[in-house]
């Protein structure tokens, strides 16, 4: 379980972040931090929305968030994929998490091809595929609209 203090934390800079985008042309309406948490020992990705929930990210979770354009920081156009890292095993699967969709091993985040060198030098360690005990930092991704998958 993520500590409260955390999640709070982390939703402020959230609504910081999509506040500082309302100056002039509102950009962004919604977004979500992606971030690494310890979900009973084994490190996992978790999301927190502007709402303050703290979830585990799942696949269909992720495939929500692909179906529409992502800003990283509200600066780079990205796509994020999920990733299996660990062979299937459906049945063990169904064992572990009943009736759960499968949490999310490895992100995938590709920028935009129109991206400047400049940008991604700047968001460089966000590139590529990255799993929880490798990823840089926590993630703000920004969107113009809610996914319709993600809690209200």
């Excluded at 920081?73 to 063990?92: C, K, M, N």
């Excluded at 840089?136 to 969107?143: G, I, K, N, Q, Y």
């Amino acid at each position: 379980m993520q500590s409260p203090l955390i999640v709070d934390a982390l939703r402020e800079q959230l609504l910081q972040v999509i506040d500082w985008y309302q100056h002039g042309i509102p950009r962004f309406h919604w977004g979500t931090v992606i971030h690494r948490r310890n979900e009973r020992g084994k490190l996992r990705f978790g999301a927190i929305t502007p709402q303050g929930e703290s979830l585990l990210l799942t696949e269909p979770l992720l495939e929500e968030l692909s179906g529409s354009t992502c800003w990283l920081d509200g600066a780079v156009r990205v796509r994020l994929e999920t990733r299996r890292i660990s062979d299937p095993h459906p049945w063990l699967d169904a064992l572990a998490r009943p009736n759960r969709p499968p949490l999310v091993e490895a992100l995938a985040v590709y920028f935009d091809p129109d991206t400047s060198a400049e940008e991604k030098m700047a968001f460089q360690a966000m590139a590529g595929v990255l799993t929880p005990a490798k990823c840089p930092s926590e993630l703000f991704v920004l969107m113009k609209a809610k996914p319709a998958g993600w809690p209200a």
